[in-house]
T-cell receptor
Framework: DAGITQSPRHKVTETGTPVTLRCHQT?????MYWYRQDPGHGLRLIHY???????DKGEVSDGYSVSRSKTEDFLLTLESATSSQTSVYFC?????????????FGPGTRLTVT | SQQGEEDPQALSIQEGENATMNCSYK?????LQWYRQNSGRGLVHLIL?????REKHSGRLRVTLDTSKKSSSLLITASRAADTASYFC????????????FGRGTQLTVWP
């Protein structure tokens, strides 16, 4: 995860407040992804991006929005945080080669919504 | 819903033993991947096997794929304490859009 950073790494916030998580990559990868990881559920895809300004929903997108204005940055926003969004959030990127879908993960952000 | 289902959910072995983890899936795939996650860290890609391959090796890792049974296995030979981690399989469900679908993982503990 050397080329992928996430900020903040830890955050505690109150229900109803907006939260933005940032993912920054230096790998020049085309694809970027946001996952959440919860006990008993493994990793679930929230949103992903296949290019600047090109994004799509994943399995658990309700309550989340994303933006990608530059290749290197992918933002995840919780418009109004709820306790069910307490989780560990991982950003991942994918290389530009066609049909090669290995993903490279950031270190994660632990979000607690009280 | 989870695409991959790993079993066992937890595996505990002694150093030097082999560890085998299994993954089953439900749809056609282009490839299947295995990832490792150390406690408190992000996932790390281990190995990718394409749907037209049956076996692949990388160091102490051996992955097999049986598309007729929709299953894969990950074998770690001569396990070390440093192999203690969670292991996840992931498939693309036949998509070429770069999305992966992860299982819930196997927690491997290797005792010194």
């Amino acid at each position: 995860d050397a080329g992928i950073t996430q900020s903040p790494r830890h955050k505690v916030t109150e229900t109803g407040t907006p939260v933005t998580l940032r993912c920054h990559q230096t790998e020049n990868h085309r694809y970027m992804y946001w996952y959440r990881q919860d006990p008993g559920h493994g990793l679930r895809l929230i949103h992903y991006s296949y290019g600047v300004k090109d994004t799509d929903k994943g399995e658990v997108s309700d309550g989340y929005s994303v933006s990608r204005s530059k290749t290197e940055d992918f933002l995840l926003t919780l418009e109004s945080a709820t306790s069910s969004q307490t989780s560990v959030y991982f950003c991942a990127t994918g290389p530009p080669e066609a049909n090669v879908y290995e993903q490279y993960f950031g270190p994660g952000t632990r979000l607690t919504v009280t | 819903s989870q695409q991959g289902e790993e079993d066992p959910q937890a595996l505990s072995i002694q150093e030097g033993e082999n560890a085998t983890m299994n993954c089953s899936y439900k749809t056609s795939i282009n490839n299947l991947q295995w990832y490792r996650q150390n406690s408190g860290r992000g996932l790390v890609h281990l190995i990718l096997i394409r749907s037209n391959e049956r076996e692949k090796h990388s160091g102490r890792l051996r992955v097999t794929l049986d598309t007729s049974k929709k299953s894969s296995s990950l074998l770690i030979t001569a396990s070390r304490a440093a192999d203690t981690a969670s292991y996840f399989c992931a498939t693309d469900r036949g998509s070429t859009l770069g999305r992966l679908y992860f299982g819930r993982g196997t927690q491997l503990t290797v005792w010194p």
